[in-house]
């Protein structure tokens, strides 16, 4: 029988098949991508074709090697990749550097089970060059995109910065809510809420006074004012009515009823998965694309990256068969249901995200091999999934009116007060015994929240046991979560789900957003790229064009819209003085390129005035900025400025806060005079922290003045001359070894305390040993194994999490470290980030942080150097398809692709 060579690009995945296929197939990984465009440069001649240059990853090149000396020993070769763009991409760049003798068959599957395995050999095909052609098509605009406008970002706001066609209108959308929330006057009002002890109790809220509607938070404007339709109670009229309605009758005057019915949502695609994990799981987007790629891999679900809402008729089987086993026919609707939608930017596969195989496997089963994230995720697929199938919850919802006098100390008549109360009785929940989806307003009720009133009927009459006047404050709109921004993006036809939970982890990465909890919160380096690209690149951040942007990219994977003469235009432009890249509005005459556009950037953008954000005007008149410096955010005021804190939100740095920060105690502060020398003491800031100096500067000195850092526990508004003195006596000398008569000293590093014998150090567990250890407490910490240069046994963690790594399956701790805290299972390190505290750690974000550094892998020692450029043909049917080399020319005359810049995100 003839022995195979399967490949997949995940060694998980490699493991889960190997073990159904048997011995007649040899399965291995390519560990993702083999090749892509070069790290550095262009990678794109503009000016033949937009040829690509590809180029082998050089960690690949041993993946590439064991490759082909497995292909030597087998007789044919089946790419097993996975069924989207991507992974077609990936089995037709190992078809390039493979060069296989052997026939080549592209074998597709949705779901990692036995007999969709077995169908997948038997039924394989050829590489699809359309999907081929769809990646790259992306990728190179990708590049064209990110490349060149990354170089401006580098000369005009700060170096390792980047842009990117879904990425910087994510960024803009985040930068955008922050200002409407710096912009935003918040308005008091009141209202008065009345506690009837009925069976069931219920409350009540005041709607009208007098025939006017009573103000509520809906009612107001950004900027703090209200629709004139509606009357404000403040806090003394909302009392003197809470004060009139003392013993007063409420009456009854009218009851709606009404019948509702709630139909299931469909089963889950990326993009709502991605939405349901951050709500009801509180995984950020990349967390449940790691966790449904494991699932995936491991057999127990379908795969996770698509578009699609349809489920197959063995999907639809298997979950109306466990409906009725588990709910009973009266929760079985009479016909399947089916779901579909309309996708412009549609992934490849063909199936909702559900639960692998003919028959699903039940949450309950899986506990003894799924756990954590997990088996929570699963559990989340599954039940959606069900949900889907079974029958539309019904009941009745209950609207309720009351009115009651109210009688006003100063007023001669009573104010006539109207009231409301509404409720829902659920008769048949249907699906809702499954599942119902989260909602991104935290305070929004789900669907499945019961709200009972009793039976009330007009005329009526009750008496309130408590009436209460209530204060509120409007809010400003709410920060995006990663769950709310990835439904935006998707609403707005920006990007694909697929690339979402790249979009999430790159903008935190790159330093435009930090976290506040799940509330994504922009940089002031973020506000200085937005400013400079709705400045200078107006349109590669308008949502209307990077929609149309995704339309007419598919339009060129579909073949009704040529590449060469597209890409020429978005780069070249056609010598017009309109926009560089269309007005959004679909007009695409009169463009300039982005070439040109860069260009022009880079000569004519005001960096300075980029890069200040106005905050306001002081009492004075005087302008007050904030600006995105190399070592931090800081405020301006004239020469005046001060540095941000990390901590602070931009929509909390107002005028007053800036004042105060620039009103701070800052420069040198004199302590006193050193008894022993006679010389001046200071304490100061510097790039490194703060520190202590005995004596002056001298200019054409040889010589600088001692210094010393000052201690954790010190700050420069605290320190005294006592302590500064200490702090100058360092290092002390602790005595000499006796064996060696080397002698021993207790110093302050960098990465904090330590002891020093000639060239040897251990590091001290407390900065106060530095000045207590003794020569018998030295000579036991040197007499200790070396751990590590500068290091000493390992402190106690900083914390123990509740549960262990998915992957490692240890145990993770949180440490302290030379670098600061940081999470680890024993086998991988990975520090914390921005926004991370350790108090706030969770196990689910511990293990993100290890599988992100997992996915880092070490560092980059070498450089590729093995080129191709190629041009596609479509390959004969049932044959190796091929492309052939397209001739290599540098874009002599392209300024663009002359500058050193960094690669860009790959969004395609």
């Known amino acids: 029988m003839a022995r195979s060579l399967v490949i997949v690009e995940s060694p998980a995945k490699a493991r889960t098949i190997e073990g159904i296929l048997g011995d007649d197939f040899v399965v291995e990984s390519s560990i993702g991508h083999i090749r892509d465009l070069p790290a550095k440069g262009l990678g794109v001649d503009v000016d033949h074709g937009f040829a690509p240059t590809y180029e082998v990853h050089a960690n690949k090149r041993d993946v590439i090697r064991r490759l082909k000396a497995l292909l030597k020993d087998v007789d044919e070769l089946y790419l097993a990749t996975d069924e989207d763009r991507e992974g077609e991409a990936i089995s037709w760049h190992l078809l390039e550097e493979l060069k296989p003798r052997v026939p080549v068959k592209r074998m597709v599957f949705h779901e990692i089970t036995r007999g969709a395995i077995e169908r997948a050999v038997d039924e394989w095909r050829d590489i699809d060059m359309g999907l081929v052609n769809a990646q790259e098509s992306r990728r190179i605009v990708d590049r064209l995109f990110g490349y060149p406008v990354s170089s401006v970002l580098w000369r005009k706001v700060n170096q390792g910065l980047s842009a990117g066609r879904v990425q910087s209108p994510a960024v803009r959308l985040v930068v955008e809510r922050e200002r409407e929330r710096m912009a935003f006057v918040s308005a008091d009002y009141w209202d008065l809420s009345a506690a009837f002890a009925t069976d069931p109790a219920f409350t009540s809220g005041i709607v009208a006074v007098e025939g006017k509607r009573v103000a509520q938070g809906r009612d107001f404007d950004s900027e703090g004012r209200s629709k004139e339709s509606v009357v404000v109670l403040d806090q003394a009229r909302a009392e003197a009515v809470r004060d009139g309605l003392d013993g007063a009758t409420f009456t009854v005057t009218s009851v709606e009823e009404k019948p509702f019915t709630s139909r299931p949502k469909p089963p889950f695609m990326t993009s709502t998965l991605q939405q349901e994990g951050g709500r009801k799981l509180r995984m950020t987007a990349a967390g449940v694309m790691r966790v449904a790629q494991e699932l995936y891999q491991g057999g127990y679900i379908t795969y996770m990256r698509t578009d699609s809402i349809n489920l197959s008729e063995t999907a639809i089987t298997a979950a109306r068969s466990q409906i009725r086993a588990m709910y009973g026919n009266d929760y079985l609707p009479d016909a399947p249901r089916t779901y579909s939608r309309k996708v412009k930017n549609a992934q490849e596969a063909h199936e909702a995200i559900r639960p692998a195989g003919e028959t699903f496997r039940t949450p309950d089963s899986l506990r003894g091999e799924l756990r954590g994230d997990a088996l929570a995720l699963y559990d989340l697929v599954w039940k959606r999934t069900i949900a889907c199938q079974m029958a539309d919850a019904r009941g009745r919802s209950l609207s309720v009116r009351l009115e009651a006098p109210a009688t006003e100390a100063g007023r001669a008549e009573p104010t006539t007060t109207e009231w409301s109360a509404s409720g829902r009785t659920i008769t048949f929940p249907g699906y809702m015994r499954a599942y119902v989806e989260g909602a991104d307003d935290p305070d929004a009720q789900l669907d499945d929240r019961e709200s009972l009133l009793p039976a009330l009927t007009e005329g009526q009459t009750l008496t309130p046991t408590e009436v209460e006047a209530l204060g509120h404050t409007t809010s400003p709109p709410a920060r995006y979560t990663e769950a709310s921004l990835v439904k935006r993006l998707e609403e707005l036809g920006i990007g694909r789900p697929s690339t979402y939970a790249s979009i999430m982890q790159v903008i935190q990465d790159r330093g435009y957003v930090w976290k506040k909890g799940t509330a994504l919160v922009p940089s002031w380096t973020a506000f200085a790229v937005i400013k400079l690209l709705e400045e200078h690149f107006t349109d590669l951040v308008d949502y209307a064009y990077t929609a149309r942007m995704e339309d007419e990219l598919d339009q060129i994977a579909a073949a009704s819209l040529e590449r060469e003469p597209w890409l020429h235009q978005f780069w070249f432009g056609d010598g017009g003085d309109g926009p560089a890249t269309g007005n959004g509005d679909g007009g695409d005459e009169g463009r300039i390129g982005l070439e040109r556009l860069v260009d022009e950037g880079l000569s004519k953008i005001d960096a300075a005035a980029i890069n200040s954000i106005p905050i306001g005007v002081d009492a004075d008149g005087e302008p007050i900025v904030v600006k995105p410096g190399r070592y931090g955010p800081y405020v301006k005021r004239g020469d005046e400025t001060a540095s941000v804190p990390d901590d602070i939100a931009p929509d909390e740095l107002d005028v007053a806060k800036a004042i105060e920060l620039l009103s701070a105690p800052k420069g040198d502060v004199a302590l006193g005079t050193d008894p022993e020398t006679g010389l001046a003491v200071y304490a100061k800031p510097g790039r490194y922290g703060p520190y202590v100096q005995l004596g002056e500067i001298e200019d054409g000195a040889k010589t600088k003045p001692k210094t010393s850092s000052l201690l954790q526990t010190m700050t420069l508004d605290t320190i005294t001359l006592d302590d500064a003195l200490k702090l100058l006596s360092l290092p002390r000398t602790v005595g000499v070894d006796p064996e060696s008569g080397e002698e021993i000293t207790a110093q302050n590093g960098r990465y904090g305390p330590y002891l020093k014998k000639g060239t040897d150090s251990r590091s001290l567990e407390t900065e106060e040993q530095m000045f207590t250890v003794d020569l018998d407490a030295a000579l036991r910490i040197f007499a200790q194994p070396k751990r590590g240069r500068g290091q000493a046994a390992p402190a ?54 290890l599988q992100i550094r997992r996915e880092a892998g070490p560092s980059k020692k070498k450089k590729a150097t093995k080129k191709k450029a190629a041009k596609k043909k479509a390959p004969a049917k049932k044959k190796a398809a091929t492309k052939k080399a397209a001739t290599k020319k540098a874009a002599t005359k392209k300024a663009a692709a002359k500058k050193k810049a960094p690669a860009e995100t790959s969004e395609g």
Do not use: H, W
């Open 796 to 849: 106690a963690p900083l914390r123990e999490l509740e549960g262990k790594d998915p992957v490692s399956g240890q145990p993770v701790v949180v440490k302290d470290g030379r670098f600061g805290p940081y999470v680890t299972d024993g086998e991988t390190n990975a520090s914390l980030r921005k926004g991370d505290t350790v108090e706030n750690m969770t196990i689910d974000r511990a293990a993100e942080l």
